[in-house]
Each structure stands twice: as C-alpha cells, then as structure tokens.
C-alpha cells in the first residue's frame, strides 16, 4: 500500500514556474514507477510524465517536453515536477501517481488526491 500527498501547486503568471512535490508513504516506493498526470476542468485525465524506480529513465508528453522535468528522491519518498515556462493551457489538476511502468500505458494503482496549478496569462 503506498499513500501519495502532492504539494506546490499554487497560482502562477504565464511563463513562471512551479514545482510539485508528492510525498509516499510506506517502504516499497523505491519498487515503483511513479507519474504525473493532469486533468483540466470538462476534459480527460492526461499522462504528464513518468519516472522509472531509479530516476535513470523518464518520460513527457510532447506539450510539455523541454519545460517539465520530473525527478524523484528515494530517500525522501518524494517524486518532484518542475515546470517551467508555464502556459495558461497548462492550468489543472496535477495528481501523481504510482505504478508499474512510468509512461502513459503504465497500470497506476495508487494516486494522490492532487493539486491545483492555475497558470494566468
């Protein structure tokens, strides 16, 4: 069982940046792939980016490649988002997410109760 608490949303000005932060509980979070997703108001859940166990491999979703860095701390139990260049479009909720394989195919089991980004143009 793994518990997941994200933080750092906030409001932020168009081309500013953010970094969120999403706390697990629990041993065995080193065991999984972790990953960021996002849901705007009236549209899908979307795949943001992923992480494999190690933090060697990482994945994007084109909107966001070269903007978004994902990283995580095993040590900390935290996986972290940093946003860059942020854009109005870019405002949802970002929930994290632990699971099997870090890319948008991935089986997600557990999910945090997410947080709000509102990017201002």
């Known amino acids: 069982q793994v518990q997941l608490v994200e933080s750092g949303g906030g409001l932020v000005q168009s081309g500013g940046s953010l970094r969120l932060s999403c706390a697990a509980s629990g041993r065995t979070f080193s065991s999984y792939a972790m990953g960021w997703f996002r849901q705007a108001p009236g549209k899908e859940r979307d795949f943001v980016s992923g992480?494999?166990?190690?933090?060697?491999?990482?994945y994007y979703a084109d909107s966001v490649k070269g903007r978004f860095t994902i990283s995580r701390d095993n040590a900390k139990n935290t996986v972290y988002l940093q946003m860059n260049s942020l854009k109005p479009e870019d405002t949802a909720v970002y929930y994290c997410a632990a699971g099997n394989i870090p890319t948008m195919s991935g089986r997600y089991d557990y999910w945090g109760q997410g947080t709000q980004v509102t990017v201002s143009s």
């Open positions: 992480i494999n166990w190690s933090g060697s491999r990482s």
